[in-house]
């Protein structure tokens, strides 16, 4: 395969040794230095700006997407190379979550291949673990239970953790299948940093997952524990993917890597994601697919939602499509039409009420025009008071105002500091003994 970077970061650096080691080219690299493009090994004469000649599909076979630098540039390149239907092997996460389903809305349109990676997502450590859980009773452990991630990472600012965390709930994912619904806990949700952050997350089973992070002076390495009703299963994932250890109950060697032969090569997830970029231009299907990382991104999504509001949110795991979207801008559009129609009204009835000078020269021409005095007056209707004639005025107002119901119903925030003193004080005075 022809292969072009678009964008630089360590994974792109990672997917371009693995394509050239499979025998595949990198041909060319934009939006990088001339340093970079040395380093992914990208003929010079084939970089710069000019990116959009990979949608005519005749310069290169596929093209490697860098998660670093998202930007509104970034966003048009991923919808114009999905419309154009180009093969795209995609470092995870690419985008926002609202970008990503609605290049799934253009991906089920032109067809276009995306395969998705990020460091351990094929690791055959996670496939033995799903394994695991799929048994159910019969496994190891028993019934899976609960999926505790905890993460160490030097760095806490909100953009390297929440792209950590949308790399570890994809794990999650492909553990437990789709989560229904999420909550955290942690610090603001504008913060930057997301020190202490605690995501919990369950599916349509009710089996939890928890994910946390906490401060270290290493490298980024966490642990992976599935909880069963009889056992756990820990996966250590520090370093490379490769280097990660699994440990089940009554199995001596749990890690699948260590059970190979001695003479077969060893794989990494790199070098798989690029056979995987083969096969879906070969029209094969693989895993992990677009729409199944769109559900990892409306977790991501509810997330920073569920940290503001201090409760859990509901994830529905709709199929976005260009007809549902239709109905969605129809049905905002015909509200719309209806409070233009609504600010009609009331500007009509303002009008009508407060007899403004527009009004009052239509009347006065009608007058001038009779030519009676006398019957004109006759014929003229006597004007009802202002406050009944404001009556259309009256309903909109009581709605109005019914809105504030809301402000006016919620509890009041409990003070923590007196509630503690009342406890304590409670503890300490011993109930009367019965009589």
Known sequence: MKLACLGFDADVIRLAEAARQA???????FDVTSAQASELAAPPAATGDDWESLLHGTFADAVIVSAADY?????????????????????HPVCEPILAFELEMIRSDTNCRMVTYFPGVRQAAMARLAEVIGQGDASPIGRAEQVIIERTMPRREREMVMRQLSRDMELVRQLLGSLRNVS?????HDAATYENLVVTAANEQDQLARWSVAPTLDADEAVLTVWGSAGRARLTMSGSPDDWQLTIPGEADSNPAS?????APRRDDAAAAIDELALAIAGRRTRPEWNELCRTMEVMDAMPVALRRGRKIELYGEEPSESGTFKGIMSAGGCGILMIVLLM????????????????SEVAATIASQADTAVADQSATPRWP??????????????????????VSKKPKRNSASDSERASAHDSNPPPPKR
Do not use: C, N
């Open 23 to 29: 025998g595949h080219a990198i041909v060319a690299a």
């Open 71 to 91: 930007s509104d540039r970034r966003a048009d390149q991923l919808r114009k190379l999905t419309q154009a239907a180009v093969p795209l092997l995609l470092v």
């Open 184 to 188: 955290a806990v942690g610090p603001e």
């Open 259 to 263: 059970r190979q032969a001695s003479d």
């Open 345 to 360: 009204f009331v500007v009509g009835s303002v009008i009508e009420g407060f007899r403004l000078p527009m009004r009052k």
């Open 386 to 407: 202002l406050w009944l004639r404001l009556w259309p005025v009256y309903p909109l107002a009581l709605f109005l105002v019914l809105q504030f119901l809301l402000i």
